[in-house]
């Protein structure tokens, strides 16, 4: 799997194992619903603050969304 891809399922998978929809996560991190869409699709890039956001947001390490 490429990484972008990787990287969009675990974000997926973290927001939907807190039962939060994408309009919830986008407005929590300060990006558009859309944007968050396409990042867990693997079809656009992730800024290192957006990827902060998000894993500060669900309480988890940065690392923890990275691919290996």
């Not at 619903?33 to 867990?40: C, G, V």
């Amino acid at each position: 799997m490429e990484r972008l891809q990787e990287l969009g399922k675990r974000v997926r998978d973290a927001r939907t194992s807190c039962g939060q929809t994408q309009a919830e996560v986008a407005k929590a991190v300060g990006v558009h619903r859309t944007h968050l869409s396409a990042i867990e699709a693997g079809r656009e890039n992730i800024t290192i603050g957006t990827l902060y956001r998000i894993a500060d947001h669900f309480g988890i390490a940065a690392s923890r969304l990275l691919p290996d």
